[in-house]
């Protein structure tokens, strides 16, 4: 009998349900067909002007500086993590990469600025610190899905592909219960 992962229902039900919203918010366009939206600014004659760029509005800033935030806190823990248990180095550079190229991506848009502060308190085990890294990785995805619900066009992708991408990070940090290994 092949020795594979089994998928609980509760992570099947939990990705089944942020899925669609997911596609949904990546299949947004910026092109507004002239509603007036961010990306539909043209002249009269039908043609975006080349010189003007377009200023950021200040709700997407904060959303995109909170998310930068929780990017920079989620990389401080993995480095503790890392520096820790350096057994778990390898299953943790995956998480430790794409928060950093999450972060890349949130600073590029202007006025986005990252808080920085200090990791939290690292748990004095192994599988506890996966297992609270894992709970934090699912709070994050929670509350970028809620800002890209907020915005709209690249931003709204943006920070759902962030969530998207925790969402999978918490699911394979989650330390697996002897029930699900049988």
């Known amino acids: 009998m092949p020795n594979h992962p089994r998928l609980s229902r509760r992570r099947v039900v939990v990705t089944a349900a942020m899925v669609p919203g997911a596609v949904a918010l990546a299949s947004c366009t910026d092109d507004s067909g002239g509603s ?3 990306g539909g600014a043209k002249s009269p004659d ?3 002007p080349a010189e003007e760029t377009p200023s950021t509005d200040p709700a997407i800033v904060a959303a995109l500086t909170a998310a930068a935030t929780l990017s920079t806190q989620l990389s401080l823990q993995y480095t503790a993590l890392s520096t820790k248990f ?7 550079a995956a998480g430790a990469k794409y928060h950093a190229s999450h972060l890349t991506r949130l600073k590029a848009v202007p006025g986005v600025q990252a808080v920085t502060g200090k990791a939290q308190a690292v748990p004095s085990t192994s599988a506890a610190a996966l297992t609270d890294l894992a709970k934090r990785e699912k709070a994050a995805a929670v509350a970028h899905a809620a800002a890209a619900a907020k915005v709209s066009g690249e931003h709204a992708r943006l920070l759902a592909m962030i969530a998207a991408a925790e ?3 918490a699911i394979t940090l989650t330390p697996k219960k002897k029930a699900d290994q049988q």
């Open 86 to 92: 350096p057994a778990l180095r390898t299953r943790l």
């Open 46 to 48: 039908g043609v975006q």
């Open 167 to 169: 969402t999978q990070l």
């Open 36 to 38: 007036g939206t961010a």
